[in-house]
C-alpha cells in the first residue's frame, strides 16, 4: 500500500527554514524589517501601492470592510460558494451578505445575478476567484464602477493569478490574500491587504496595531496613542520571513503546479463522468487546488461515498465547498434554506477537490486518477 496522498501540503525548502532562524537569531520577533519586504514584494507583484501584512486572510477581509465604512443595516454582495471566510467578515462588521447564485461553468458569482442583487443598502460588492479562478473580475469592476461601489475582492485562493494583464489582487478597490499552509504561498498562519487607495491602506495599517496612529515616514509611532478602537492583526516576523522567501518562489510554484493541473487534465479529460475546470481565455491560475465536478445527474450521496472509497485508499480528497447559505448559522440568523441559490447548490453537491501541491509527481497523479476511475466504476454499479 502507498503512503497517503495529502490534498495538500506546503513547499517548504532550506531557504525557508534559514530565513525563519534568521528572525529568531536577530531577536526581532514582530514589527520588523521583513513584514516591510514582503508587503513591498507583494505590492509588487499584484501591482498596487500600498500592502499590508496581517494575521490571517480573514484579519485582511475584516479590515478591509471596517475601512471602508461598513457596518450595521449595510449590505454586501457576494457568493454563496466559496470558504465560508470570503462572507464571515461581513457579519462580523455587523452588516449583510446578499449572496448571488453563481454561474455553473466557472463557478464564480454571474454578474448578471450579482448586479441584479444591488440595492439601496449595497455599499460593496465582495468577489471571490473561487479555487483561483479569475473569471469575471473584469466584469465585477465594471459593475461596481457603474453603481459607484467599492469592488472589494477576496483573492485569498488567486495569489499568481491575473485575467489579461492584470493580477487578481488588482481589480477591486481593495484585494485580501490569504496564507494558510494550503494556499499557493504560505506563512503558517498570515494575509495581505492591497490597495492603491493610500487612505485605506493607512487606516487598515492602524487597524491591525491596536489603533495606533501611522507614523509620519521617518518617524516613530507612538506606541501607547489610539486613535481608533483597533485590534491585534499584525503578523509576526517568523512568519513575515516565510512569506518573503515564498513569494521569491511564486514563479517556480505556478510553474510546478500548471505540470500538475496538466497531468490532471490530461488523465481526466476522456472521462464522461467528470467535468474539469473551465477558465477565461487570457488567464492564468495558479490553481488554489483541483477541484472537479461529478456529471450532472450525479447525487450528493453518491459524490460523498467516492469521496469516501478515495479516503480508505489514502487519496487526500474533500467535498470543496458546502455552500455558505446553508452552513448551521446562517440558516439561523438568515433564515436561508434549501433550494435558495439552486446553482451553487447542485454545483456544490457534485464538486470534489483532490490531491494538489508543488511536488505531486506523475506516479501519484495517475494513482489518484485510477482510483477515482474505480470509484466511478463502483458508483454506476450500485446505481444500476
Ligand atoms: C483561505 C481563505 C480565506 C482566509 O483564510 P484565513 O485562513 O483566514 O487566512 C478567505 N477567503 C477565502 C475564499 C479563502 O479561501
Given amino acids: 500500500m502507498s503512503a497517503e496522498i495529502p490534498l495538500s501540503k506546503p513547499d517548504i525548502t532550506q531557504a525557508e527554514i534559514d530565513a525563519v532562524v534568521d528572525v529568531l537569531r536577530s531577536g526581532r520577533l514582530s514589527i520588523g524589517p521583513y513584514q516591510e519586504r514582503f508587503e513591498k514584494l507583494v505590492a509588487a507583484r499584484v501591482g498596487v501601492d500600498h ?12 479590515m478591509a470592510l471596517m475601512g471602508l465604512g461598513i457596518g450595521p443595516g449595510d449590505e454586501v454582495v457576494t457568493t454563496p460558494f466559496s470558504f465560508i471566510a470570503s462572507a464571515n467578515p461581513i457579519l462580523m462588521v455587523g452588516a449583510t451578505p446578499v449572496f448571488a447564485d453563481i454561474c455553473p461553468k ?3 458569482a454571474d454578474p448578471v445575478k450579482v448586479e441584479a442583487a444591488i440595492t439601496p443598502r449595497t455599499r460593496a460588492i465582495l468577489a471571490v476567484e473561487t479555487f483561483g479562478n479569475p473569471a469575471y473580475m473584469d466584469h465585477y469592476a465594471a459593475i461596481a464602477a457603474r453603481h459607484e461601489l467599492p469592488l472589494i475582492e477576496d483573492c485569498c485562493e488567486a495569489m499568481g493569478c491575473s485575467l489579461g494583464r492584470r493580477a487578481c ?3 477591486g478597490r481593495v484585494g485580501v490574500f490569504g496564507f494558510y499552509p494550503n494556499k499557493q504561498i504560505t506563512t503558517g498562519e498570515g494575509g495581505m491587504i492591497v490597495t492603491s487607495d493610500a487612505r485605506l ?3 487598515c495599517r492602524s487597524l491591525r496595531s491596536q489603533g495606533r496612529p501611522t507614523p509620519a515616514p521617518g518617524q516613530e509611532v507612538n506606541w501607547l496613542q489610539h486613535e481608533r478602537l483597533g485590534y491585534n492583526f499584525r503578523l509576526d516576523e517568523m512568519s513575515a520571513a516565510l512569506g518573503v522567501t515564498q513569494m521569491k518562489r511564486l514563479d517556480e510554484f505556478i510553474q510546478k503546479r500548471q505540470r500538475v493541473a496538466e497531468m490532471y487534465f490530461n488523465r481526466l479529460g476522456g472521462l ?9 481565455p487570457e488567464s492564468v491560475n495558479s490553481w488554489f487546488v483541483f477541484v472537479v465536478r ?3 445527474g450525479y447525487r450528493r450521496e453518491e459524490r460523498d461515498a467516492i469521496i469516501a472509497g478515495l479516503r480508505r485508499h489514502e487519496v487526500g480528497a474533500r467535498d470543496y465547498f458546502p455552500c455558505i447559505h446553508l ?8 433564515e436561508f434554506k434549501p433550494g ?15 490531491p494538489f501541491y508543488n511536488d505531486l509527481t506523475a506516479r501519484d497523479v495517475d494513482f489518484v486518477c485510477r482510483t477515482l476511475e474505480l470509484m466511478l466504476k463502483r458508483g454506476n454499479l450500485g446505481r444500476s
Fill in 51 to 62: 500592502a499590508v501584512a496581517c494575521s490571517s486572510g480573514t484579519a485582511g477581509l475584516h
Fill in 106 to 108: 466557472t463557478m464564480n
Fill in 169 to 171: 489582487g488588482s481589480f
Fill in 201 to 203: 491602506a493607512e487606516i
Fill in 272 to 280: 464522461s463522468e467528470i467535468v474539469l475546470p473551465t477558465l477565461p
Fill in 294 to 296: 461529478l456529471a450532472a
Fill in 327 to 334: 452552513q448551521p448559522f446562517y440558516r439561523r440568523m438568515l
Fill in 340 to 354: 435558495d441559490f439552486p446553482i451553487a447548490e447542485t454545483v456544490s453537491d457534485r464538486t470534489l477537490a483532490l
